[in-house]
């Protein structure tokens, strides 16, 4: 359910895209020697899989006569090859092949189009957006290692939502909300903490769970602006791992993957599937809101609101786009 859309101006479009890792595909949606063009941060890029199954990424436009490298172009090899006069480049952006001339001249060689970092960590691809096109400030997150083997994959999820992709992070911290929106008790004792380029919020409280309340803990680490792994420690143990992409600065990509111990009992994991389906329940009942609320610079916040104004300082930094990163502090 994505709820009616106004046609109000909203304010959010007068908002730049913020730099940073972002998902752009799952790893599964982009085979071996397929091209795909992207759609997002307001612009395009070609991604494709070479025969070695590494992804690349560039600019969408051949510098030979300008045709657009995700229309009728294919891969050779580990190389992109373009559809209209079949040159081919490597994923540094260099010319590899001419067929109808010898002549490649070194700078040609080494890049004549412009290269996206993308990066697969855990099932996702990755790109490095920065409108400078600035070197990748901090790495790709991972989730956190999971206890007794490796991670249990027990669903993907995707959403396109029209709102800024600031304000859905933001959400975790409207703690008023909780309870308005989803009926959990609220607000939790919870503790937000800014390290650099990563966000932590620790809760320690009484989770309404499909065998009723119960002392639970959520970790939630979100590590730039497009990245956020959550692990959830009840009656179950669940990690949810998060990536909001801007399509534009009014449209977002929200994608989740949700993943549990290995080693569940039947009952285990059918608690386990209740307690994701509760999650999921949640972004479906903000959804309607994200999809009709304004961009609210000055937000008339009380005691009682979270740390909205905390994860806005540092949210911040990500539209700073010639800034070298947060200072390091001597100790
Ligand atoms: S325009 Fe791409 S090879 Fe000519
Ligand atoms: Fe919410």
Redesign the pocket.
Same mark, same amino acid.
């Given at each position: 359910m994505t709820g009616t859309t106004t046609s109000l101006d909203r304010g959010y479009s007068q908002l730049p895209v913020p730099y940073g890792w972002f998902a752009v595909a799952m790893s599964n949606e982009i085979g071996n020697g397929e091209v795909k063009t992207m759609r997002y941060f307001d612009t395009e890029f070609v991604v494709w899989r070479g025969g070695d199954g590494q992804l690349r990424a560039v600019d969408p436009f051949c510098p030979h006569m300008g045709a657009h490298l995700g229309i009728n172009s294919d891969v050779t090899g580990n190389d992109l090859r373009c559809g209209y006069h079949h040159w081919r480049f490597n994923g540094e952006g260099g010319v590899t092949k001419i067929p109808y001339s010898d002549t490649i001249t070194a700078s040609m060689k080494r890049n004549c189009l412009k290269t996206w970092p993308i990066e697969e960590v855990e099932g996702v691809a990755y790109v490095w957006y920065h409108p400078n096109k600035t070197a990748p400030k901090w790495d790709v997150a991972r989730m956190p290692e999971c206890p007794g083997g490796d991670w249990v994959l027990a669903g993907s999820y995707e959403w396109t939502v029209n709102i800024n992709c600031s304000e859905i992070p933001e959400?975790g911290q409207d703690y008023a +909300?909780f309870g308005a929106? +989803?009926g959990v008790p609220g607000p939790p004792a919870t503790d937000f903490k800014v390290d650099g380029w990563v966000r932590r919020n620790t809760v320690v409280a009484e989770m309404k769970t499909p065998k009723g309340l119960m002392e639970g803990k959520i970790d939630a680490t979100a590590t730039g602006p497009g990245q956020s792994i959550t692990e959830f420690v009840d009656v179950t143990h669940v990690v949810m791992n998060q990536q909001v992409t801007p399509i534009t600065s009014e449209q977002t990509h929200l994608r989740w993957q949700m993943y549990h111990i290995p080693g569940l009992s039947d009952g285990k994991v059918r608690v386990t599937q209740a307690r994701i389906r509760d999650l999921v329940k #949640?972004v479906n #009942?903000?959804i309607p809101i994200w999809n009709n609320k304004k961009c609210e610079t000055r937000p008339l916040l009380v005691k009682g609101d979270g740390p909205i104004l905390a994860y806005r300082q540092q949210y911040a930094k990500y539209y700073d786009f010639e800034d070298d990163g947060p200072k390091v502090v001597a100790a």
């Open positions: 959400n +909300h929106v +989803h #949640q #009942q903000d």
